[in-house]
């Protein structure tokens, strides 16, 4: 079976995994130390059915989507979770903590060269498609990166246009009247995640939590529905391509 290697353990790359699982070799290649955490996903669905062919019923109960009038909003840390889970159950090699130090294009693809958490997660991989999906991943200041830039063979899922943004979360009180810029999603727990371009609104008691990332500048190619398809998108791509 042909290799391919994704790049980024996102809900995107973890779709195409388990979607190529049964027809080519397929690894997950992850700078951070779990798959899920840290999480630059806004926890937004529109369809929760998109998830039913890639999550058990346990599953998407742990999850406890909470309905409001754009959708569903949950964890999407969980769902970044599970869909690791299901993908390393369908034989998907996953590799955290590792990076790709060396890469070579081939005449029939790819060669990359990893070092991992210790010695013996060190090794090469053959393929014939690399996808690269850092777009949606989390690179912490001063971290080192992947070296695939001069790869010609590589996949990018596409979402269009990425612009900085400033995610959080606060008490669903503190988050009534918030200024209509501001993407906002209440959340079951009594918190709402709150995403915007700037740090200008605060809420008064605080942030639970804070992340600086990249998001898609169009809202719709932020939530984990337009993952989801796009991650199929990619393996249909690539099982064509065969």
């Known amino acids: 079976m042909d290799s391919v290697v994704l790049v980024g353990g996102t809900i995107s790359n973890l779709i195409t995994a388990i979607e190529l699982s049964q027809t080519h070799d397929v690894t997950v290649v992850e700078l951070n130390a779990e798959i899920g955490l840290p999480c630059v996903s806004p926890g937004h669905i529109r369809d929760l059915d998109v998830l039913e062919p890639y999550l058990t019923p346990e599953q998407l109960a742990f999850l406890q989507p909470f309905s409001f009038e754009a959708g569903y909003t949950l964890r999407s840390e969980w769902v970044l979770k599970h869909l ?13 903590r590792t990076r790709i130090c060396e890469s070579f294009t081939t005449d029939d693809g790819f060669l990359i060269e990893f070092i991992g958490a210790g010695r013996a997660r060190s090794g090469q991989v053959e393929g014939k498609y690399l996808v690269d999906d ?3 991943t989390y690179i912490a200041p001063g971290s080192k990166v992947h070296n695939i830039d001069s790869l010609e063979s590589k996949v990018v899922p596409s979402f269009g246009v990425f612009i900085p943004m400033n995610g959080g979360t606060a008490l669903k009180s503190d988050c009534l009247d918030l200024p209509s810029e501001i993407y906002s999603l209440p959340r079951h727990e009594g ?4 995403w915007q371009e700037n740090f200008d609104w605060l809420p008064k008691r605080g942030w639970i939590e804070t ?3 990249s998001l898609p500048q169009k809202h719709l190619n932020r939530d984990i529905d337009a ?6 998108r990619v393996a249909k791509q690539i099982k064509l391509d065969n």
């Open 227 to 232: 993952q989801i398809n796009e991650g199929r």
């Open 211 to 213: 992340v600086q990332c």
């Open 84 to 96: 690791g889970t299901h993908a390393a159950q369908k034989g998907v090699d996953i590799l955290t």
């Open 134 to 136: 850092r777009q949606w």
């Open 191 to 194: 918190l709402t995640e709150v």
